[in-house]
C-alpha cells in the first residue's frame, strides 16, 4: 500500500485492526490454545505477540515524536518513505522473520486481554496523531530488526503490516484447526 500522509496510515491501521477483530470473533477458547502441527504459535500467543509490539511501537513512535518536536521543523501531513523501507515492505510478506527474545509470547495472557492492552495504547496513539502530522518526522529513526533504522511514520505502517501478517497467519490456522 502507498502512504503519503499520516492519515493514510491511521485510515489503513483501523480497518487492519477491524479485520483482526473480525477473525478474532467467535475463537473457541479450545481453538485459541491449539497447536496444529507444523505450528510454532497458537492463536492466543499470536495475539499477546502483536500486543507487545504494538506497545512497544507505541513507545518508539513516541520517543521519535518527543526528537521530532525538539527539532522542531513543521510539516504539511505528507510523509516521506525510504527507498530501501519500500523495497524490504514490498517482499516482508515472504520473508520467515524471527521474533525477538523480547516481544515472545508466554502463552499466560488469554485473547482478550491481550486485545484490551492493544484497545489500552489506541487513546495513546489517537492523542499524538496530531502532532505526528504537525511536526517533519524524516530524521528521528530507530532501529527496526528487520527494516533497519526507520522513522516514526515507517514504524506506524510496520504496525499495521504486522497486524495484517499476524491475521492472515490466524485466518490459516483456524483453517488447520477447524479441518
Known sequence: ????????????????SDELATTLDGISPDEAAALPDGEKWT??????????????????????LEEAKTVGRPSDGTIKVSANFSEKAAVVDNVKV??????QPTGTVSIAEALDKMNANR???DTMRSDLEKYDLSEPKYPHPY????????WLI???AHER???KQIERLLEKIRQ
Open 1 to 16: 500500500m502507498r502512504y503519503e500522509r499520516i492519515a493514510d496510515i491511521y485510515s489503513a491501521n483501523q480497518k487492519i
Open 43 to 64: 492463536i492466543q500467543q499470536i495475539v499477546e505477540h502483536l500486543s507487545m509490539v504494538d506497545y512497544g511501537i507505541l513507545r518508539i513512535c513516541s520517543k521519535l
Open 98 to 103: 524471527e521474533a525477538p527474545e523480547r516481544v
Open 123 to 125: 487513546p495513546a496513539f
Open 147 to 154: 527494516f533497519g533504522d526507520i522513522t516514526a511514520a515507517e
Open 158 to 160: 510496520v504496525a499495521g
Open 165 to 167: 501478517r499476524h491475521t
